[in-house]
Nanobody, 115 residues
Framework: QAQLVESGGGLVQPGGSLRLSCSTSGSISGIQVMGWYRQVPGNQREMVASIYANGITKYADSVKGRFSISKDRAMSTVNLQMNVVEPEDTAVYYC?????????WGQGTQVTVSS
């Protein structure tokens, strides 16, 4: 069964940088969009950044200019470069892919921004 495997979370100081990676495990065909979402306890999961098969990207207003999403040509890996992080970026970050047959989610990785 295809899965998404995330890595790169952890503790980072305000103003610092962190890079999240997500790789597909098993074959996932027809990926249309790859993205990163985040969720804080008690809040809804929100889109952070998305990248389409044609390379078009979208970002939440709160991360524009600070975060950058990228993928490989095979759409087997999606990365999120997080720069100038803020305490408000603290959350569990989830990788997501969209296919014609539905969405697949990763297990989540904790990012904590604190001094």
């Amino acid at each position: 069964q295809a899965q998404l495997v995330e890595s790169g979370g952890g503790l980072v100081q305000p103003g610092g940088s962190l890079r999240l990676s997500c790789s597909t495990s098993g074959s996932i065909s027809g990926i249309q969009v790859m993205g990163w979402y985040r969720q804080v306890p008690g809040n809804q999961r929100e889109m952070v950044a998305s990248i389409y098969a044609n390379g078009i990207t979208k970002y939440a207003d709160s991360v524009k200019g600070r975060f950058s999403i990228s993928k490989d040509r095979a759409m087997s890996t999606v990365n999120l470069q997080m720069n100038v992080v803020e305490p408000e970026d603290t959350a569990v970050y989830y990788c997501n892919v969209v296919t014609p047959w539905g969405k697949i989610w990763g297990q989540g990785t904790q990012v904590t921004v604190s001094s």
